[in-house]
């Protein structure tokens, strides 16, 4: 039962990288309006460049509000736990 728990657990914690390419996507098509930090006339791209400016905006958020450092050593500890147990498992 534990270990189905912390498996919903290390699938639920890729949720927002995935939701950092989602909001690229939608943003690519829809397209992403910004101020530039000197000028008041709004600028809007779509596309390539779009996605990469709302994915790395999303994720450096996410990092500062520490949500993936988070997410990501709980995946490592997840991993490393599994591989040992899978690999104590061979053993016997």
Do not use: N, W
Request: glycine share 6%; hydrophobic share 55%.
């Amino acid at each position: 039962m534990k270990h189905k728990i912390a498996k919903i657990i290390f699938v639920i914690s890729f949720i927002p990288i995935l939701f950092c390419i989602i909001a690229g996507i939608v943003c690519a098509f829809k397209g992403y309006t910004y101020l530039d930090i000197l000028g008041d006339v709004p600028t809007t791209v779509y596309g390539l460049s779009a996605f990469f400016e709302v994915f790395f905006t999303d994720l450096v958020a996410m990092i500062f509000l520490g949500i993936i450092p988070v997410c990501m050593v709980y995946q490592l500890i997840y991993l490393i736990i599994d591989f040992k147990k899978r690999y104590k498992d061979e053993d016997l």
